[in-house]
């Protein structure tokens, strides 16, 4: 069965570096999304992506991440002057088209701000 | 806004016994329902879902059944196994549009032998 890729597994940046976060959504999906789960915490939307731009954002996704679909299958969420609370874990997902299809998880990148 | 509350959990069994885990959720109109499960070390999977009133979702001996009087979707087994060990995620999603997933707390379960 067809699945979702996240790299790298983990993660591990000084305090105030970019990181980027890599996924390869199911081939004929066209639907995307990050979300992510700081320790102990609700798994919490961040962005959806349709079209080749954002469709949706919470008000977590300030103007320190930024999405991107750069070629045909990777998907990156780039995080820019990470701060210690930025640490959690990042799932991307995709969907296909059509109502009530389910998102498809990736395994997650543990972020780990130091 | 959607919001889902679940039983924080954890939420401790012996091999065998009966499982519910009680999820209720707030949307505006139809939503669909999931629960979603995380094996140790590993990311979200799908477990089984429902998307409109009264439909009862099942898989791997798991069901949940879509109550829209009640606003509830609570996961039920008949008999949990060791390997049924995981946190288990109530979920719901719009109808329509994007569909972003609003996820309850999870629910931590823990099965012993």
């Known amino acids: 069965e067809p699945e979702v890729t996240q790299t790298p597994s983990h993660q591990v940046t000084q305090m105030g570096q970019e990181v980027i976060l890599r996924c390869v959504p199911i081939s004929n999906h066209l639907y995307f999304y990050w979300y992510r789960q700081i320790l102990g915490q609700k798994v919490e939307f961040l962005v959806s992506f349709y079209n080749n731009e954002i469709s949706e954002k919470s008000e977590i996704f300030d103007d320190q991440f930024s999405v991107e679909r750069p070629d045909g299958s990777n998907f990156t969420l780039k995080i820019r002057s990470t701060k210690l609370e930025d640490s959690a874990m990042y799932f991307c997902?995709?969907?296909?088209?059509?109502?009530?299809?389910?998102?498809?998880f990736g395994d997650g990148t543990r972020l780990s701000i130091l | 806004g959607n919001s889902v509350t679940q039983m924080e959990g954890p939420v401790t069994l012996s091999e065998e016994a009966f499982l519910t885990i009680n999820c209720t959720y707030t949307a505006t109109g139809y939503p669909s329902l999931f629960w979603y499960v995380q094996y140790p070390g590993e990311g979200l999977q799908l477990l089984l879902k429902a998307t409109k009133a009264d439909d009862k979702g099942s898989n791997k001996g798991f069901e949940a059944t879509y109550r829209k009087e009640t606003t509830s979707f609570h996961l039920e087994k008949g008999s949990v196994q060791v390997s049924d060990s995981a946190v288990y995620f109530c979920a719901l999603s719009e109808w329509a549009g994007y569909q972003k997933v609003t996820f309850g707390i999870g629910t931590k379960l823990q099965v012993i032998p």
């Open positions: 997902a995709s969907r296909g088209t059509g109502n009530n299809q389910p998102q498809h």
